[in-house]
C-alpha cells in the first residue's frame, strides 16, 4: 500500500492531499492558511479513518464504514474550525455503544431511529 502527500496552491485556495491504493483524501483552505495545520488535520483524518478501517483504506472498506467516516469529519471540523486532532479521541465517538448518547453526538440513522421513537412514544401517550 502506497501512500503519498503533497501541497498545491491556485486560485487563492491551499490544497493539501494524501493518496492511498484508490482514495484521495483532500483538505483545503484559504492561501493564508498556514500549510502545517492543513498538514495536520489531514493526517488526523487519515489516521482516524485507517484506524475505523483497521488499516484497510481502500474504497470497498470505506463505503462500508461510511457511516463512522462522517461522524469522523463531523467531530473533527465545525464550520471550518478545527475542533479535535486526536485520531484516538475522533475514534472513540464513532464506537459509542451507549443507548443513551446525545442526539448532537449521534450518526444520522441512529438520530432518525431516535426521533422516531420519540414522536412515537409522545403520539401515542396523548
Same mark, same amino acid.
Given at each position: 500500500?502506497?501512500?503519498?502527500?503533497?501541497?498545491?496552491?491556485? +486560485?487563492?485556495?491551499?490544497?493539501?492531499?494524501r493518496?492511498?491504493?484508490?482514495?484521495?483524501?483532500?483538505?483545503?483552505?484559504?492561501a493564508?492558511?498556514n500549510?502545517?495545520?492543513?498538514?495536520?488535520v489531514?493526517?488526523?483524518?487519515?489516521?482516524?479513518?485507517? *484506524?475505523?478501517?483497521?488499516?484497510?483504506?481502500?474504497?470497498?472498506?470505506?463505503?462500508?464504514?461510511?457511516?463512522?467516516?462522517?461522524?469522523?469529519?463531523?467531530? *473533527?471540523? +465545525?464550520?471550518?474550525?478545527?475542533?479535535?486532532?486526536?485520531?484516538a479521541?475522533?475514534?472513540?465517538?464513532?464506537?459509542?455503544?451507549?443507548?443513551?448518547?446525545?442526539?448532537?453526538?449521534?450518526?444520522?440513522?441512529?438520530?432518525?431511529?431516535?426521533?422516531?421513537?420519540?414522536?412515537?412514544?409522545?403520539?401515542?401517550?396523548?
Open positions: 500500500h502506497r501512500a503519498s502527500g503533497d501541497i498545491v496552491m491556485f +486560485d487563492g485556495i491551499t490544497c493539501v492531499y493518496s492511498n491504493v484508490d482514495l484521495f483524501f483532500y483538505v483545503f483552505g484559504s493564508t492558511e500549510e502545517l495545520i492543513l498538514a495536520s489531514l493526517n488526523t483524518l487519515y489516521d482516524a479513518i485507517s *484506524m475505523v478501517l483497521r488499516d484497510m483504506v481502500e474504497t470497498s472498506t470505506l463505503y462500508a464504514n461510511i457511516e463512522a467516516v462522517m461522524l469522523i469529519v463531523d467531530e *473533527m471540523i +465545525d464550520g471550518g474550525i478545527i475542533l479535535e486532532s486526536d485520531p479521541v475522533l475514534v472513540n465517538g464513532t464506537r459509542s455503544t451507549d443507548k443513551d448518547v446525545p442526539i448532537s453526538e449521534q450518526t444520522l440513522s441512529q438520530a432518525v431511529n431516535s426521533a422516531g421513537g420519540f414522536f412515537r412514544r409522545t403520539l401515542l401517550s396523548s
